[in-house]
């Protein structure tokens, strides 16, 4: 952020449901499930029981809230809005990149998921041709 900063990019940073301040609900911290042993089906079965207890389907529709915000500052060129993310962030930023018009670009880090846009995106992908290549916008790819 402080790059960011340093470069005269605004940036607008936020807690992800699961992360930060935002584990404290109405009725104190929310707990997280952690893994009963060392295995992927154990990791996976955590994963499932928090991601529900958090919210994680709503993320992307919380990143949206919070770009759509951002936009409407009178110091805020619309036109250049990137969205980055990374890990969970990251995911959420993929799947609400399509819902933010005129988004200039997107930045993920650790994102699980397929980066792709319209009907034709995978298609393009497998002939070099999508965003993993180097496509300018998300508009660029479908």
């Given amino acids: 952020m402080e790059d960011l900063l340093d470069l005269g990019i605004a940036t607008l940073a936020f807690d992800l449901r699961g992360h930060g301040a935002s584990i404290e609900g109405t009725h104190g911290r929310l707990v997280i499930d952690t893994p009963v042993g060392f295995t992927m089906d154990a990791f996976g079965l955590a994963f499932v029981g928090s991601a529900g ?28 809005l990137i969205l980055v993310g990374s890990s969970v962030g990251g995911t959420g930023a993929v799947l609400a990149a399509p819902k933010v018009p005129g988004l200039a670009a997107l930045i993920t880090f650790g994102a699980a998921g397929e980066p792709v846009w319209g009907d034709d995106g995978r298609a393009l992908r497998r002939e070099g041709d999508g965003a993993a290549q180097g496509a300018e916008s998300p508009r660029d790819v479908g």
């Fill in 53 to 80: 207890k958090v919210g994680f389907k709503h993320i992307n529709d919380d990143i949206v809230r919070v770009a759509s915000w951002g936009a409407v500052q009178n110091f805020i060129d619309a036109g250049r």
